[in-house]
C-alpha cells in the first residue's frame, strides 16, 4: 500500500506571517512566555498533558510565567466543544496557566498564531502510530517546539527525520521529565532552547504540498494505467 501524508505549503506561513505584520496581534498575544497547541485534542492525549503539566509544575517560577494556549481543540459547532485541558490544569494547581478554545480557528489565522507563539507544542496521543497533521505545518513556521508523544511513536520519529524540534516521550520517566522541565524554565527565562535544526531541504524536498500533490498524481496515474 501507500501512505500518504498531510503536506504543508511554506507560501501559506508566509502569508500568515505577512498578514500578522500588517495587523495587531491575535488575542492570544500576552506579556507571558506563551506555548501553543493548535488542533484537536480527545482523551488519547491525557498522558502527554499529564506529562507535560507536570514538568511545568516542577519547572517551578521563572521570571515571565509560562503559559499553555490550546486552540480549535474540538471539532463540534461553535460553543459546543467540551475543554479537554481544564481538570487536569487545576489537579496539576495550573488553571491560571492554561487556556483552551475549543473552537477551530481558520487555517491561515493558526498559522499566525503558532508564528507569534513562544514556543510551539506538538502533542501525540498514546497509540504510537498516530501522526499529526500539523507537524509540517508546525516545522515550517520555525518556532522553538516542543514535541511530547509516546516512545517510539511516529511523532518521535517524525523528529529524529526533520529536526526542529525536541522531543520528549511521556512515558520517558524520571530523566525525560526532567528534561522538559529544564526547558520550559529555560523559556521562562527568555532563553533559546537549544534543539536539533531543521532539515528543511528534507522537509520540503519530501513533506510539501507540491511533493505530496506530485506523489498523489503518480500514484493515481498508475492506478489509471
Not at 507536570?54 to 474540538?74: D, I, Q
Not at 532552547?193 to 531543521?198: C, T, V
Amino acid at each position: 500500500g501507500s501512505v500518504l501524508d498531510y503536506g504543508a505549503s511554506i507560501h501559506n506561513c508566509a502569508s500568515a506571517r505577512d498578514r500578522g505584520a500588517r495587523s495587531p496581534r491575535t488575542p492570544y498575544h500576552s506579556p507571558a512566555c506563551r506555548l501553543v497547541y493548535v488542533g484537536s485534542l480527545g482523551p488519547g492525549f491525557q498522558p502527554a498533558l499529564d506529562f507535560l503539566f507536570a514538568a511545568a509544575v516542577r519547572a517551578g517560577a521563572t521570571p515571565r510565567a509560562v503559559e499553555f494556549h490550546f486552540l480549535g481543540t474540538s471539532y463540534a459547532a461553535a460553543g459546543a466543544g467540551q475543554a479537554t485541558t481544564t481538570e487536569l490544569a487545576r489537579r496539576h494547581g495550573l488553571a491560571d496557566r492554561v487556556h483552551e478554545q475549543t473552537q477551530r480557528l481558520p487555517y491561515l489565522d493558526a498559522l499566525r498564531v503558532l508564528d507569534e507563539a513562544d514556543a510551539v507544542l506538538l502533542l501525540g496521543s498514546d497509540a504510537a502510530g498516530y501522526a499529526p497533521s500539523k507537524i509540517h505545518p508546525v516545522l515550517f513556521a520555525e518556532r522553538p517546539t516542543l514535541a511530547i508523544g509516546p516512545s517510539g511513536s511516529v511523532l518521535e520519529q517524525k523528529v529524529a527525520e526533520l529536526g526542529g524540534a525536541a522531543f520528549f516521550p511521556s512515558d520517558g520517566g524520571e530523566e525525560a521529565s526532567a528534561a522538559l522541565s529544564a526547558m520550559l524554565r529555560a523559556l521562562g527565562t527568555g532563553t533559546t532552547p537549544e534543539m536539533r535544526p531543521l532539515e528543511r531541504e528534507n522537509l520540503e524536498a519530501r513533506h510539501s504540498a507540491a511533493a505530496v500533490a506530485a506523489r498523489l498524481d503518480a500514484l493515481f496515474r498508475g492506478l489509471t494505467r
